[in-house]
């Protein structure tokens, strides 16, 4: 039996719950993400070479923070909103099919990033991303996710907020005035329709970008300018710098960043790395093997 570990406060717990039984042979307990990198410390140690985790990024990302750099299995019931991670790898969506492929799909290691002591699988940022969550949670219960988003998107272009941080890249400590900093794991796309998708065959590494703009609007338009003609085409213009690195160290002047959607708290300096193939995904057997390929070119 494979321990599959359900965040009670997903949308679809329920759903995904029902999945897992209706498919058989796996172990289901629900664990809310405080509590979940210790049951997969807990599941390892009693011998599990594979676990699931049901639930979105920031679920997934707390039970990397336990399986990263070990040999042991991670397979994934995609339940949140985004599922970054999942649909990178692959996974289809419809809870049934992807519980199938936790069962006989195979691992493919997946790249990630850390940020101090906490690792990443997606993204991370620091400024006006943390204020546009925190205000889209306190609406939410209200408006709805849709909503609470673009009401929270539009009081963010009224009052954007900056702060001064010190960028030290590859060696070179550059002072900016931001709204915010972006960093990603793996290339990433700033073009509709996959807008913060991985860019396939992308290269490795900390994609870090940084608004230099200050006024709402102006950041707006540099934002609608990068969607429409991709990071390249604004990064030569004075609105972002953009750099593809190893590693990065930043100084904020701010007490929370973002770590894969979630809001977390932060001491300065944060110091971030790239980690290669640190975490072994289960993906339906056809992408398993391309990324194999991909791997041998």
Request: with cysteine; hydrophobic share 50%.
């Amino acid at each position: 039996m494979i321990p599959a570990f359900v965040n009670p406060l997903a949308g679809n717990a329920g759903a995904a719950a029902a999945a897992l039984r209706t498919v058989g042979g796996f172990d289901i307990r629900e664990i809310p993400p405080q509590g979940l990198a210790k049951h997969v410390r807990d599941a390892i140690a009693d011998g599990a070479t594979r676990v699931l985790v049901a639930g979105g990024d920031g679920t997934i990302g707390s039970a990397a923070n336990a399986l990263a750099g070990t040999a042991v299995e991670l397979a994934i019931l995609p339940c949140g909103t985004l599922n970054h991670l999942a649909k990178d790898v692959g996974l289809p969506l419809d809870l049934e099919e992807a519980a199938r492929v936790a069962l006989a799909g195979r691992a493919v290691a997946v790249d990630s990033a850390v940020v101090n002591d906490r690792i990443f699988l997606n993204t991370s940022s620091v400024g006006a991303y943390v204020s546009f969550v925190r205000a889209r949670e306190r609406l939410e219960h209200r408006l709805g996710y849709g909503i609470a988003s673009l009401v929270a998107g539009a009081r963010l272009l009224f009052r954007m907020p900056t702060f001064r941080i010190s960028l030290s890249v590859e060696g070179r400590v550059r002072e900016y005035v931001t709204p915010l900093v972006f960093i990603g794991v793996g290339e990433r796309e700033l073009r509709l329709p996959t807008l913060g998708a991985r860019v396939a065959n992308g290269r490795r590494g900390l994609h870090v970008m940084v608004i230099r703009e200050r006024s709402g609007g102006r950041t707006l338009a540099m934002g609608m300018a990068a969607a429409a003609k991709g990071v390249k085409a604004v990064a030569r213009t004075p609105a972002l710098d953009a750099f593809i690195v190893e590693s990065c160290t930043i100084q904020p002047r701010v007490p929370r960043i973002a770590v894969d959607g979630e809001i977390v708290s932060a001491k300065p300096p944060l110091e971030y790395r790239h980690v290669d193939g640190c975490l072994r995904v289960i993906a339906p057997i056809e992408e398993a093997a391309k990324a194999a390929e991909q791997l041998n070119e």
